[in-house]
């Protein structure tokens, strides 16, 4: 058994079969979790994972590049070489965080997380002023969403892209459990992480080497197997195994192989440790 810690199933690029995409992963043995990035796609997460009794959850949050109005090209940030497809652009919406709206979806049983939140300095706005009042605007919202994770007694799905020393600094004093999804920090940084309690979630990324960003079978090799988390990012990330351009929480197994040939494990190793890391942070 796998389970996919992070599958956008509840995104556009699956109006048409998204209950196809959920029941291949199951009959393959392999359970999703879809978070939310902003109230609309937590929404949506919600009720999809309603119509199964087993293997399908939801998380609710608002992702930080909600925070701004901008057209988002994924091509452009994963510098990816592949036909572009109309799910690959989309609009963000300037959305403000309303608690009380979270919280109340957030009453689902199948709500296993906040999230996706956290804060991302990719889009960042040149000039101090501006850039300073961009960031307090992400962690004044990433406040928001641990206070309700911590009222709900849930963990967290953190984004984090450009700001791992930030993050760190941020969560520091806070009683949180939860997941740096997608990890590209440091070995240094994840060790912090680390003695915070928090896991790591894994996905497509993997497969490439990005000169920005640190050797990944580095970082997977000195992270202990109790704290990672497979994951798709899907649609997003296909890994190369999977010969298409939409991801989606099938192809997980392909994450599980990488991670134990970096590892020097077997696959039903990793499959077994990380599905118990998955079941014991989420309580599913």
């Known amino acids: ?47 999809l994972a309603q119509k199964y009794e087993q293997g399908v959850y939801a998380a609710i949050g608002l992702h930080p590049i909600h925070l701004e109005e901008r057209e988002v090209d994924v091509l452009e940030v994963q510098s990816a070489k592949v036909e572009k497809q109309p799910w690959m652009i989309f609009e963000t919406r300037n959305e403000e965080f309303n608690y009380e709206k979270y919280k109340i979806l957030g009453q689902s049983k199948k709500v296993v997380a906040v999230g996706e939140c956290g804060l991302d300095y990719y889009y960042e706005p040149k ?34 892209r450009k700001a791992h020393d930030d993050l760190i600094g941020f969560l520091r004093d806070k009683k949180i459990r939860g997941v740096v999804h997608c990890y590209t920090g440091t070995i240094a940084q994840a060790e912090k992480f680390y003695e915070m309690g928090f896991y790591f979630g894994f996905n497509g990324l993997i497969f490439k080497k990005v000169p920005a960003l640190p050797n990944p079978s580095e970082v997977i090799a000195n992270i202990p197997l109790e704290r990672i988390l497979l994951e798709t990012d899907s ?50």
């Open 1 to 47: 058994m796998l389970i996919d810690t992070h599958g956008h199933v509840n995104f556009n690029a699956f109006k048409d079969d998204s209950n196809q995409v959920l029941r291949r992963a199951m009959e393959n043995d392999i359970w999703a979790i879809m978070p939310g990035t902003q109230f609309s796609t937590s929404e949506k997460a919600v009720k």
């Open 127 to 160: 000039g101090k002023e501006k850039r300073e009042g961009f960031r307090m605007k992400q962690r004044t919202t990433l406040a928001l969403q641990i206070k309700l994770a911590q009222e709900l007694n849930l963990p967290v799905i953190l984004h984090c």
């Open 235 to 284: 649609p997003y990330l296909a890994p190369p195994e999977a010969k298409t351009e939409r991801n989606e929480p099938l192809f997980v197994k392909y994450i599980a192989e990488e991670i134990a040939r970096i590892k020097k494990l077997s696959v039903e190793k990793i499959a077994t440790a990380t599905t118990q890391n998955a079941k014991s942070l989420f309580k599913i």
